[in-house]
């Protein structure tokens, strides 16, 4: 596969499931071990992670303003953070940042190692497909926010989601609901709470940038498709999340699930 249809596919897959209860890692690392293809280096992986946000504040422009500057005014104004509604959303990413980076760093090596086994990456979406239909028995709550016991729940559930296979807008969007959130608000923080990780994604490679211009084209255009599909697959995940349509995803990751195991058994992997 040539390198501009490459960063293609992996933006396609990067911002679509990025987003959608499927689990980004998950597709990634099984395109890698089905159709040999070519994980993205740190360069690609920060365009790429970099489209994605770019989605994320089209989409949620109208929250991440508000939860930006009350932030701001917050480092001189504490009180912000409890007497606002975009103090109290910073509040919420501050707290859960705090144990999904310390999960993250401690899951880096078993993530890295469970990319390649098809048994992980199966048993991740298996355990992806009982979160999303565990949601069809939630009795929906009207809570707009989280507590700080609750958004460090959502913290330490995001950081287990380093694990390939574990979707990370599954698992939060499904918390927040059976916190009893609204579930318009279950969405918005879910993707919130998420931000940081994104951004540390971007910069990962932002030293490595190479500078011939051919590989800046694929850069540009894997950025670009990972920006148009991450944008439609947030509409779709909050029309989906609002019309208590959440479960339906599991329609895809069950199956999904169950022959990835079957893989595993068929052809295992050194």
Not at 153 to 182: F, M
Request: hydrophobic fraction near 60%.
């Amino acid at each position: 596969m040539s390198p501009l249809a490459n960063a293609t596919l992996l933006g396609f897959l990067q911002g679509s499931t990025e987003f959608l209860p499927v689990s980004s890692s998950g597709h990634v690392s099984l395109a890698a071990l089905v159709f040999q293809l070519e994980t993205a280096g740190p360069a690609l992986n920060a365009t790429l992670s970099a489209g994605v946000l770019l989605a994320m504040l089209l989409v949620l422009w109208q929250r991440v303003a508000p939860l930006t500057r009350e932030a701001a005014l917050g480092i001189v104004q504490p009180r912000r953070f409890t007497s606002t509604a975009g103090g109290r959303d910073a509040l919420v990413v501050v707290i859960a940042s705090l144990p999904t980076a310390l999960l993250e760093w401690l899951l880096a090596a078993p993530a890295a190692r469970f990319a390649g086994s098809p048994t992980a990456l199966g048993f991740g979406f298996l355990l992806t497909t009982l979160v999303l239909l565990g949601t069809r028995w939630i009795k929906f709550g009207e809570m707009p926010s989280l507590s700080a016991w609750g958004a460090f729940a959502l913290g330490v559930a995001q950081g287990v989601t380093a694990l390939p296979g574990i979707s990370r807008s599954g698992v939060t969007i499904a918390l927040a609901l059976w916190l009893g959130v609204r579930k318009d608000r279950a969405f918005e923080l879910a993707m919130l709470v998420s931000m940081p990780s994104i951004v540390r994604a971007a910069l990962s490679g932002l030293f490595n940038m190479p500078n011939h211009s051919s590989t800046a084209t694929v850069l540009t255009v894997g950025a670009a498709v990972a920006f148009a599909s991450g944008t439609a697959a947030l509409l779709v995940l909050r029309k989906a999340v609002l019309a208590g349509r959440f479960a339906w995803f599991a329609l895809w990751v069950g199956p999904l699930a169950l022959a990835t195991l079957a893989m595993a058994k068929a052809w295992p992997v050194r």
